[in-house]
């Protein structure tokens, strides 16, 4: 899973997840999944974002540098805190 701006960005033109899947010419389930974080294909990545007039990249948020070492070290702790099973 992703964070995106896909839904903040529908919403900043004021279209429903229906309407933007119209626009670029998607199913409204692939919309509902993309606001939910889940995968897409570059292609369906490249219909949505020209839709809402942004660049791919537009749509998802980015990690300031002075998060990137916090994020950094949630994750590792989580690896290393990750339960391993013996069986």
Known sequence: MTNNKIAYL???HGWTQEHLAEVSQVN???IQRL?????ASLETLRLVANALGVQIGD???TISDSDKGEQLR???N???TKPTHGW
């Open 10 to 12: 529908r919403k900043q």
């Open 78 to 80: 989580r690896r290393l």
């Open 35 to 39: 606001e939910a974080g889940e995968d």
């Open 28 to 30: 409204p389930r692939t």
């Open 74 to 76: 949630y994750l590792t």
């Open 59 to 61: 749509l998802f948020e």
